[in-house]
């Protein structure tokens, strides 16, 4: 083997992982330098032999942990965390589930870190990319097992903007997320993040 190939073989691996590092920094100062996101979402999920399951609507995040999930498909499904509290409306049962933020293993709630809380080298072991088209897929393995996800995967545009979120549960259940016409810090208003339970509703509050 000639001496230049040598040299090539050697730092091809440091160049790809540098790459790798700048696109999650990337990533990192998108989201992290943001106030609010708003953004379409398809949601579907799977879990063993029940099948997958699609839907979507409407996102809206907000520093620091607010989230609100209006779902057009089915319609009047509401998933709202006012930072503190989520809250969960189904309403073909017309009934509002309550828990707080960090005891939900709700695979939405990772979500909650592209608002300010995205560190990938404080949150990930293993981290892995491949292209896909103009993008990257990156694959993070969390270094706690005791999180309610063993995966998460992210396709990222060049542009640094996270278009694909598939979180792979501990219970072997997936999530995936596809977004479209995504906006950085539009202005939204506080009623979004404040939760009314609907007439009638029942509301129930998770044990702790």
């Not at 790798?20 to 609010?36: P, S």
């Not at 979500?111 to 491949?130: H, N, P």
Request: proline content about 7%.
């Amino acid at each position: 083997m000639r001496p230049i190939a040598l040299v090539l073989l050697a730092v091809s691996p440091m160049a790809a992982e540098t790459g790798l590092w700048k696109l999650l920094q990337g990533v990192e100062q998108r989201y992290n330098g943001a106030r609010t996101l708003q953004a379409l979402f398809e949601q579907s999920y799977s879990a063993g032999a029940r099948g997958r399951r699609t839907e979507s609507g409407e996102l809206f995040l907000r520093k620091p942990g607010r989230m609100r999930w209006n779902y057009s498909s089915p319609p009047g499904k509401l998933f709202v965390s006012d930072g503190k509290d989520i809250y969960f409306y189904t309403p073909n049962t017309n009934r509002v589930e309550k828990m707080k933020l960090k005891e939900s293993d709700d695979l939405r709630a990772p979500l909650a870190f592209l608002l300010g809380r995205l560190d990938f080298k404080r949150d990930f072991g293993e981290i892995r990319s491949r292209p896909e088209g103009a993008g990257q897929w990156i694959t993070a393995l969390p270094k706690s097992d005791r999180l309610p996800y063993r995966q998460v995967e992210f396709l990222v545009t060049p542009g640094f903007e996270i278009r694909q979120l598939r979180i792979a549960g501990q219970d072997n259940s997936v999530i995936e997320f596809r977004f479209d016409r995504e906006k950085l810090n539009p202005p939204l208003s506080d009623a979004l993040f404040k939760f009314q339970a609907p007439p009638g509703a029942e509301v129930v509050e998770a044990a702790r």
